[in-house]
């Protein structure tokens, strides 16, 4: 039996976001979720270079612009298992992403209940250093491998909503579960 992802809420617009871990952070696997048959692959295996440096997930009944869920990236001390449900995360930011040249959107999020991270708002609150290292991560983890990366930016809350939004959207017009 697979893992139900598809018939977790949500969220709640403007307010939290449900996420679920693929990656942990540290991790040089690169695992993804297969929502039609319903379990985690791993794609490769990444140098010990390009481990996450954050933890990886995606919100469950979205679509970005790429055809998979909305990728998040999950900012907690510790890495979170894969698997795991999140059940409410504030959104704080998103990473502007371009992958192969299409959209593939990171949300930016912190547990709410989180006692150490839990009552930042603003992805700025993390500092410049934390936006040059994901940054950096995620402009060279392919550098290895055929295909391109472009980091346009990391916004802050409100524009990270409106793709939120859309991609919640476009995963209700698909109906795929």
């Known amino acids: 039996m697979g893992y139900p992802f598809n018939k ?3 969220g709640k617009i403007q307010e939290f976001v449900t996420t679920v871990i693929e990656i942990p952070k540290g991790s040089m696997l690169k ?10 692959a ?16 995606f919100i469950p009944q979205t679509l970005d612009e790429d055809g998979d869920e909305l990728d998040t990236l999950v900012v907690t001390g510790e890495p979170m298992p894969m698997g795991l449900v999140v059940e409410e995360c504030r959104v704080i930011g998103m990473v ?9 959107h990171k949300v930016i999020l912190v547990p709410m209940d989180d006692r150490h ?14 936006k040059k ?21 990391i916004v802050g809350p409100d524009e990270a909503w409106k793709v ?14």
């Open 8 to 10: 977790l809420p949500f």
């Open 31 to 40: 695992v993804e979720w297969r929502r039609k048959e319903e379990f985690f």
């Open 42 to 57: 791993l794609d490769r295996v990444e140098p010990g270079i390009f481990a996450k440096p954050v933890n990886y997930g």
């Open 96 to 104: 502007d992403f371009v992958d192969d040249g299409e959209n593939d």
């Open 117 to 130: 991270y839990g009552e930042i708002t603003h992805v700025d609150e993390l500092g410049e250093q934390w």
């Open 133 to 153: 290292q994901i940054t950096h991560h995620f402009t060279h983890y392919k550098d290895l491998k055929k295909g391109g990366t472009e980091v346009r930016g």
């Open 164 to 177: 939120i939004q859309e991609c919640s959207d476009r995963a209700q017009a698909d109906k795929w579960w």
